[in-house]
Every structure is written in structure tokens, then in C-alpha cells.
């Protein structure tokens, strides 16, 4: 990789525009939030399928199509997604030579305590607004704003830096990541709280997309490891979303 300057990769540029689309709509929902809570929070409890029958497709609709096709389109096989997600098909493996089965066991057990150290982490983080939201501290609307903002550091984790990545997973790039398509799960946890439609099935689906990418992890740990399948060693590479990252951190 040149280190004066970052490979402009189809996907790169699909992040970038997919990042300023979030920054886009993380901002247009905090002007509506800052103008009038009131009336934001009023849609978010409307009725869903009322809500467009009385006043048309708000806010609110809009938001949840994006985020309902987000993840749709994470349970079906497109050769347009990132390397990271699409691991974990039959197509996308190629198997390396001589890998050891018993190191790849060791690597499995290593990222599951890994990845389920990060879920309590998650859980536990996301507890203190449940609590919050419980005690009446704060609202639903404060909770759809949590929730759109972890929308936005998603690709920010993605991009620029990740807190899981640096100091619990430990893996070298998003493309061998354990968790990749825990996201969606981890963007909707604030959900949970919230009992009407929109709150519930954004959550639930993303449980579906989580369970789903468990499934096969479980199923082909050797898709998910590098020393196994050749299409996630560097040198085959094709996305190289690491670059911003690996700038940061002062490495080539």
C-alpha cells in the first residue's frame, strides 16, 4: 500500500458515500429533535400504518424503510457488499493449504470469549439508558436519537476507528472481523425499550440478521479465519477499508 496515498477501491468509495449519507441523516434527525422533540416524538408513538394515513410518509417512515432495507439486504447474497460480510458464503472461500484444524479450534474459542465479552460489554452499556429510559430520565425520542447515532458510528468504527477492534477483538481489519454483522443488533439494542412497531421490529429483524451470521460461524469457522481462507489474507484484498485506520494508527 502506497503511504502517501489511499487506494480509491469501489468499496472505499461506497463506504464514503454511504458514510455521508448517515452523516446526513443523523443531522437531519437532530435539527428535528433540537426544533421539536415534541412533535418527533409524537410520529415515533403514532400508530405506524395510521401515522401515514393521516399525515403521509414522515420522518419516522423514512427511517425505518432505511433501516429495514439495511438489514434485508444483509440476509441476501449480493456480490456488491463488502468482503467483511460476504465471508461467510460457500463462494467467497478458498481454502489455503495446510492449515491446522486444531489452531483454527483455537481461534474460534479465542474469538467467541472475544465476542461475547463485547456483547456484555454492549448490553451492559446499553442497560444504563434501559434504566434511564425505565426511571422516566429519559424518553423514547432520547432513545431513537441513541439509536441514530449509533447508525452514524457505525462507519465510523468501520472507517476511522473501533473501540471492539482496538481493544478486545484484535483483529488486523474489518474484512477478518468476528462480529462484522453484529451491527445492526448493536445499533437496535435501544429498541428493545420502546414498545410499539417501529421500535420492535427494527430490533427483532436485527436479531434475525445476528442469529443468521451466528449460524454460519458456527457451521464454516473456516470461512472466518485468514490462515483458512485465502480471500481474506491482505494480499487478496479487494476492498482495503483498513487504510484510514491504519494511517491513524501510524502503520503501513
Not at 486444531?102 to 474469538?111: H, P
Not at 474484512?175 to 410499539?196: A, E, Q, S
Not at 480471500?231 to 494508527?249: E, G, P, S
Amino acid at each position: 500500500m502506497n503511504p502517501k496515498k489511499i487506494i480509491e477501491t469501489a468499496m472505499m468509495k461506497r463506504y464514503w458515500f454511504k458514510l455521508a449519507i448517515r452523516v446526513v441523516v443523523f443531522l437531519s434527525f437532530l435539527i428535528l429533535y433540537l426544533k421539536d422533540r415534541a412533535l418527533l416524538s409524537y410520529l415515533l408513538n403514532y400508530e405506524f400504518h395510521l401515522g401515514i394515513l393521516e399525515y403521509g410518509v414522515t420522518p419516522i417512515h423514512g427511517l425505518w424503510l432505511i433501516f429495514m432495507i439495511m438489514m434485508v439486504s444483509h440476509l441476501i447474497p449480493n456480490k456488491r457488499k463488502t468482503m467483511a460480510l460476504e465471508k461467510s458464503l460457500e463462494e467467497n472461500f478458498a481454502e489455503a493449504p495446510g492449515y491446522s484444524e486444531l489452531e483454527l479450534l483455537k481461534f474460534v474459542q479465542d474469538q467467541n470469549v472475544k465476542a461475547w465479552k463485547v456483547m456484555l460489554i454492549w448490553l451492559s452499556f446499553n442497560a444504563i439508558f434501559g434504566i434511564l429510559y425505565l426511571a422516566e430520565v429519559i424518553q423514547d425520542i432520547d432513545l431513537l436519537m441513541l439509536t441514530v447515532f449509533y447508525f452514524l458510528c457505525d462507519y465510523i468504527c468501520i472507517l476511522f476507528f473501533c473501540p471492539f477492534q482496538t481493544f478486545i477483538m484484535k483483529n488486523k481489519c474489518c474484512v477478518n472481523c468476528r462480529i462484522y454483522d453484529w451491527g445492526h443488533f448493536m445499533m437496535f439494542t435501544p429498541m428493545l425499550f420502546i414498545k410499539n412497531f417501529f421500535s420492535w421490529s427494527l430490533f427483532f429483524t436485527s436479531l434475525v440478521v445476528l442469529i443468521n451470521w451466528e449460524i454460519k460461524y458456527a457451521k464454516y469457522p473456516q470461512r472466518f479465519w485468514e490462515r483458512s481462507n485465502k480471500v481474506l489474507q491482505c494480499a487478496n484484498c479487494k476492498d482495503k477499508t483498513c487504510q484510514v485506520k491504519r494511517r491513524l494508527a501510524g502503520r503501513k
